[in-house]
Protein backbone atom coordinates (compact mmCIF):
# COMPACT_ATOMS: atom_id res chain seq x y z
CA UNK A 1 0.00 0.00 0.00
CA UNK A 2 1.48 3.46 -1.04
CA UNK A 3 1.72 6.75 1.25
CA UNK A 4 -0.39 9.05 -0.03
CA UNK A 5 1.73 12.21 -0.34
CA UNK A 6 1.07 15.20 1.79
CA UNK A 7 0.18 18.04 0.20
CA UNK A 8 -0.43 21.59 1.90
CA UNK A 9 -2.82 24.39 -0.57
CA UNK A 10 -1.21 27.99 -0.30
CA UNK A 11 -4.93 28.99 -1.37
CA UNK A 12 -8.93 27.59 -1.27
CA UNK A 13 -10.52 28.83 -5.10
CA UNK A 14 -14.50 27.90 -4.64
CA UNK A 15 -15.93 28.30 -8.46
CA UNK A 16 -19.81 28.65 -9.56
CA UNK A 17 -21.30 28.03 -12.72
CA UNK A 18 -20.39 30.63 -15.90
CA UNK A 19 -23.91 30.46 -17.08
CA UNK A 20 -26.03 31.85 -14.57
CA UNK A 21 -29.38 31.39 -17.18
CA UNK A 22 -30.32 27.95 -17.62
CA UNK A 23 -29.75 26.87 -21.19
CA UNK A 24 -32.92 24.87 -21.69
CA UNK A 25 -35.78 27.14 -19.89
CA UNK A 26 -33.83 30.83 -19.32
CA UNK A 27 -34.69 31.12 -15.44
CA UNK A 28 -31.86 32.00 -13.35
CA UNK A 29 -30.51 28.82 -11.87
CA UNK A 30 -30.27 28.47 -8.32
CA UNK A 31 -26.76 27.16 -6.80
CA UNK A 32 -26.43 23.90 -4.53
CA UNK A 33 -25.62 23.79 -1.29
CA UNK A 34 -23.05 21.04 -1.36
CA UNK A 35 -20.28 21.10 -3.66
CA UNK A 36 -20.01 18.76 -6.55
CA UNK A 37 -16.42 17.99 -6.10
CA UNK A 38 -13.28 19.54 -4.26
CA UNK A 39 -9.70 18.28 -5.10
CA UNK A 40 -6.06 19.77 -4.56
CA UNK A 41 -4.14 21.22 -7.45
CA UNK A 42 -0.59 21.01 -8.07
CA UNK A 43 0.38 23.75 -10.75
CA UNK A 44 4.05 24.47 -11.58
CA UNK A 45 3.47 27.92 -9.29
CA UNK A 46 1.74 26.67 -6.48
CA UNK A 47 -0.61 24.08 -4.33
CA UNK A 48 -4.27 25.12 -4.76
CA UNK A 49 -7.69 23.83 -2.71
CA UNK A 50 -10.64 23.85 -5.51
CA UNK A 51 -13.95 23.42 -5.19
CA UNK A 52 -16.72 23.70 -7.59
CA UNK A 53 -20.44 24.52 -6.35
CA UNK A 54 -22.96 23.36 -8.70
CA UNK A 55 -26.62 24.72 -10.29
CA UNK A 56 -29.62 24.06 -11.62
CA UNK A 57 -32.63 25.19 -12.56
CA UNK A 58 -35.39 25.73 -9.93
CA UNK A 59 -38.27 24.64 -12.27
CA UNK A 60 -38.79 21.30 -11.80
CA UNK A 61 -40.18 20.19 -15.46
CA UNK A 62 -37.33 22.03 -17.56
CA UNK A 63 -34.64 19.90 -18.05
CA UNK A 64 -32.05 22.14 -16.29
CA UNK A 65 -33.61 20.76 -13.00
CA UNK A 66 -31.85 17.38 -13.77
CA UNK A 67 -28.69 19.04 -14.74
CA UNK A 68 -25.27 19.86 -12.29
CA UNK A 69 -23.97 22.86 -14.06
CA UNK A 70 -20.20 23.02 -13.01
CA UNK A 71 -17.86 26.26 -13.61
CA UNK A 72 -15.61 25.74 -16.94
CA UNK A 73 -12.85 27.74 -15.65
CA UNK A 74 -12.47 24.93 -12.55
CA UNK A 75 -12.61 22.52 -14.52
CA UNK A 76 -9.82 23.76 -16.78
CA UNK A 77 -7.19 23.96 -13.87
CA UNK A 78 -6.37 20.02 -13.71
CA UNK A 79 -6.93 16.72 -15.45
CA UNK A 80 -9.90 15.13 -14.27
CA UNK A 81 -9.18 12.36 -11.76
CA UNK A 82 -6.01 13.57 -11.16
CA UNK A 83 -3.75 16.14 -8.82
CA UNK A 84 -1.73 17.86 -11.56
CA UNK A 85 -2.37 21.02 -13.18
CA UNK A 86 -2.87 21.39 -16.67
CA UNK A 87 0.52 23.27 -17.00
CA UNK A 88 2.46 20.68 -15.91
CA UNK A 89 0.89 18.22 -18.24
CA UNK A 90 1.93 20.66 -20.98
CA UNK A 91 5.41 21.26 -19.79
CA UNK A 92 6.12 17.75 -19.77
CA UNK A 93 4.34 17.03 -23.04
CA UNK A 94 6.12 19.76 -24.54
CA UNK A 95 9.71 18.12 -23.16
CA UNK A 96 8.49 15.04 -24.75
CA UNK A 97 7.56 15.90 -27.79
CA UNK A 98 10.00 18.32 -28.85
CA UNK A 99 12.63 17.69 -27.00
CA UNK A 100 12.45 14.07 -27.37
CA UNK A 101 13.26 14.05 -23.30
CA UNK A 102 12.35 10.76 -21.22
CA UNK A 103 10.41 10.52 -17.90
CA UNK A 104 13.32 10.62 -15.75
CA UNK A 105 14.66 13.65 -17.43
CA UNK A 106 10.61 14.72 -17.48
CA UNK A 107 10.76 14.39 -13.72
CA UNK A 108 14.29 16.08 -13.07
CA UNK A 109 12.60 19.30 -14.46
CA UNK A 110 9.69 18.87 -12.66
CA UNK A 111 10.41 17.35 -8.92
CA UNK A 112 11.47 21.44 -8.07
CA UNK A 113 8.15 22.77 -8.85
CA UNK A 114 5.91 19.55 -8.00
CA UNK A 115 5.50 16.16 -6.21
CA UNK A 116 5.56 13.52 -8.30
CA UNK A 117 7.43 9.76 -9.04
CA UNK A 118 9.22 8.97 -12.55
CA UNK A 119 6.19 6.26 -13.01
CA UNK A 120 3.59 8.84 -12.95
CA UNK A 121 5.01 11.11 -15.81
CA UNK A 122 4.85 8.39 -18.08
CA UNK A 123 1.62 7.52 -16.81
CA UNK A 124 0.12 11.17 -17.10
CA UNK A 125 2.01 11.02 -20.50
CA UNK A 126 0.14 7.95 -21.45
CA UNK A 127 -2.91 9.11 -20.12
CA UNK A 128 -3.45 12.79 -20.31
CA UNK A 129 -1.21 14.46 -23.14
CA UNK A 130 -1.83 11.84 -25.93
CA UNK A 131 -5.26 12.19 -25.53
CA UNK A 132 -5.03 16.44 -25.79
CA UNK A 133 -2.57 16.14 -28.50
CA UNK A 134 -5.39 13.99 -30.40
CA UNK A 135 -7.86 16.49 -29.76
CA UNK A 136 -5.46 19.19 -30.98
CA UNK A 137 -4.88 17.52 -34.07
CA UNK A 138 -8.64 16.93 -34.46
CA UNK A 139 -8.59 20.60 -35.05
CA UNK A 140 -6.85 20.55 -38.49
CA UNK A 141 -10.46 18.82 -40.03
CA UNK A 142 -10.97 22.54 -41.60
CA UNK A 143 -7.61 22.55 -43.31
CA UNK A 144 -8.27 19.01 -44.48
CA UNK A 145 -11.52 19.42 -45.69
CA UNK A 146 -10.17 22.60 -48.10
CA UNK A 147 -7.42 20.62 -49.34
CA UNK A 148 -9.60 17.42 -50.41
CA UNK A 149 -12.13 20.29 -52.39
CA UNK A 150 -9.06 21.43 -54.01
CA UNK A 151 -7.49 18.46 -54.85
CA UNK A 152 -10.67 16.19 -55.16
CA UNK A 153 -9.30 13.87 -52.39
CA UNK A 154 -6.57 13.36 -50.49
CA UNK A 155 -2.74 12.16 -50.64
CA UNK A 156 -1.64 10.06 -47.95
CA UNK A 157 1.80 8.86 -47.09
CA UNK A 158 2.80 5.97 -44.98
CA UNK A 159 6.28 5.22 -43.35
CA UNK A 160 7.61 3.91 -40.41
CA UNK A 161 10.82 4.30 -38.38
CA UNK A 162 13.09 1.32 -38.34
CA UNK A 163 12.90 -0.55 -34.64
CA UNK A 164 15.77 -0.67 -32.33
CA UNK A 165 16.59 -4.84 -30.83
CA UNK A 166 13.62 -5.99 -32.09
CA UNK A 167 11.30 -3.19 -29.90
CA UNK A 168 7.96 -1.94 -31.96
CA UNK A 169 8.10 -0.08 -34.70
CA UNK A 170 6.33 3.47 -34.93
CA UNK A 171 4.12 4.18 -37.98
CA UNK A 172 2.99 6.84 -38.87
CA UNK A 173 -0.23 8.07 -41.32
CA UNK A 174 -0.15 11.51 -42.86
CA UNK A 175 -1.52 13.62 -45.25
CA UNK A 176 1.08 14.47 -48.20
CA UNK A 177 0.95 17.55 -49.12
CA UNK A 178 0.04 19.11 -45.75
CA UNK A 179 2.46 17.05 -43.45
CA UNK A 180 -1.04 16.90 -41.13
CA UNK A 181 -0.68 13.38 -39.04
CA UNK A 182 -3.98 11.53 -39.44
CA UNK A 183 -2.96 8.00 -37.21
CA UNK A 184 0.27 6.97 -35.45
CA UNK A 185 0.75 3.42 -34.18
CA UNK A 186 3.72 1.18 -32.60
CA UNK A 187 3.20 -2.12 -34.76
CA UNK A 188 4.67 -5.07 -33.08
CA UNK A 189 4.66 -7.02 -36.61
CA UNK A 190 5.08 -5.86 -39.95
CA UNK A 191 2.82 -8.19 -41.39
CA UNK A 192 -0.34 -7.95 -43.82
CA UNK A 193 -3.13 -8.55 -40.96
CA UNK A 194 -1.57 -5.49 -39.12
CA UNK A 195 -1.40 -3.58 -41.39
CA UNK A 196 -4.56 -3.73 -42.24
CA UNK A 197 -5.44 -3.47 -38.75
CA UNK A 198 -3.86 -0.15 -38.66
CA UNK A 199 -5.40 1.34 -41.79
CA UNK A 200 -8.83 0.36 -41.79
CA UNK A 201 -9.49 3.48 -39.53
CA UNK A 202 -8.89 5.53 -42.33
CA UNK A 203 -12.07 4.07 -44.41
CA UNK A 204 -14.84 5.74 -42.72
CA UNK A 205 -13.37 9.33 -43.97
CA UNK A 206 -15.76 11.45 -46.05
CA UNK A 207 -12.88 12.30 -48.19
CA UNK A 208 -11.82 10.35 -50.94
CA UNK A 209 -8.25 8.90 -51.13
CA UNK A 210 -6.40 9.89 -54.54
CA UNK A 211 -3.13 7.88 -54.03
CA UNK A 212 -1.29 6.09 -51.07
CA UNK A 213 2.75 6.48 -51.13
CA UNK A 214 4.54 4.26 -49.33
CA UNK A 215 7.29 1.85 -48.68
CA UNK A 216 7.59 -1.81 -50.11
CA UNK A 217 7.32 -4.10 -46.88
CA UNK A 218 5.61 -7.98 -47.82
CA UNK A 219 2.74 -7.23 -46.17
CA UNK A 220 2.39 -3.63 -46.66
CA UNK A 221 1.90 -3.93 -50.01
CA UNK A 222 -0.95 -5.88 -50.22
CA UNK A 223 -2.70 -4.60 -47.22
CA UNK A 224 -2.85 -1.06 -49.05
CA UNK A 225 -4.86 -3.10 -51.92
CA UNK A 226 -7.26 -4.85 -49.81
CA UNK A 227 -7.98 -1.88 -47.92
CA UNK A 228 -7.91 0.85 -50.35
CA UNK A 229 -8.93 -0.92 -53.83
CA UNK A 230 -9.85 2.12 -55.84
CA UNK A 231 -6.42 3.95 -54.55
CA UNK A 232 -3.52 4.48 -56.46
CA UNK A 233 -0.57 3.32 -55.19
CA UNK A 234 2.89 4.66 -55.33
CA UNK A 235 6.48 3.18 -54.05
CA UNK A 236 8.48 6.40 -52.15
CA UNK A 237 10.96 7.62 -54.58
CA UNK A 238 13.14 8.70 -51.28
CA UNK A 239 13.32 5.06 -50.25
CA UNK A 240 13.44 3.97 -53.98
CA UNK A 241 16.60 6.08 -54.88
CA UNK A 242 17.80 4.85 -51.62
CA UNK A 243 17.54 1.38 -52.41
CA UNK A 244 19.17 1.83 -55.78
CA UNK A 245 22.11 3.37 -54.10
CA UNK A 246 22.76 0.60 -52.08
CA UNK A 247 24.08 -1.87 -54.64
CA UNK A 248 26.49 1.47 -56.18
CA UNK A 249 27.54 2.31 -52.80
CA UNK A 250 28.82 -1.42 -52.09
CA UNK A 251 30.60 -1.60 -55.65
CA UNK A 252 32.18 1.86 -54.89
CA UNK A 253 33.87 0.34 -51.80
CA UNK A 254 36.26 -1.87 -54.01
CA UNK A 255 36.96 0.68 -56.61
CA UNK A 256 37.84 3.16 -53.81
CA UNK A 257 40.51 0.09 -52.55
CA UNK A 258 41.92 -0.41 -55.70
CA UNK A 259 41.90 3.74 -56.55
CA UNK A 260 44.00 3.84 -53.47
CA UNK A 261 46.39 1.11 -54.18
CA UNK A 262 47.28 2.29 -57.71
CA UNK A 263 48.32 5.88 -56.23
CA UNK A 264 50.57 4.42 -53.94
CA UNK A 265 52.24 2.41 -55.94
CA UNK A 266 52.97 5.17 -58.58
CA UNK A 267 53.26 7.95 -56.25
CA UNK A 268 53.75 6.61 -52.96
CA UNK A 269 57.37 6.74 -52.89
CA UNK A 270 57.52 10.67 -53.67
CA UNK A 271 54.61 11.39 -50.89
CA UNK A 272 56.75 9.92 -48.07
CA UNK A 273 59.77 11.46 -48.91
CA UNK A 274 60.88 13.23 -45.96
CA UNK A 275 60.20 17.66 -46.39
CA UNK A 276 62.94 19.52 -47.16
CA UNK A 277 63.42 22.48 -43.96
CA UNK A 278 61.90 25.19 -45.67
CA UNK A 279 62.91 28.76 -44.87
CA UNK A 280 59.64 29.96 -43.19
CA UNK A 281 57.30 28.99 -40.25
CA UNK A 282 58.43 25.89 -39.46
CA UNK A 283 55.94 23.11 -39.84
CA UNK A 284 54.20 25.04 -43.24
CA UNK A 285 54.52 22.69 -46.10
CA UNK A 286 52.99 24.86 -48.74
CA UNK A 287 51.42 27.96 -48.61
CA UNK A 288 49.13 29.02 -51.65
CA UNK A 289 47.21 32.50 -52.34
CA UNK A 290 47.43 35.35 -53.57
Not at 128 to 134: E, I, K, T, V
Not at 137 to 157: C, S
Not at 238 to 246: Q, S, T
Amino acid sequence: MRTPKRLDPEERLLYHPALLPCPHGGALVVMGHYLAWEKTVQTLERVLSVASRPGHCPHPTCLGSRMRLLSATAQCLAVPGSTYGYDGLVRSAWWRQEARATSREIHAELASQVRISVSHVGYLYQQGSLPLLACHERQHRDHLAQLAQAQGGLIIALDGLAPQGGEPQLWCIRALTSGCPLRRGWLVQQDQPTFEAFLKPLTPLEWPLLAILSATQTGLVPAVATVFPNSCSQFCQAHYLRNLAEPLAEADGPLKGDLRKTVRQQVGALIRQEPRPASGHAGVLTVTGL
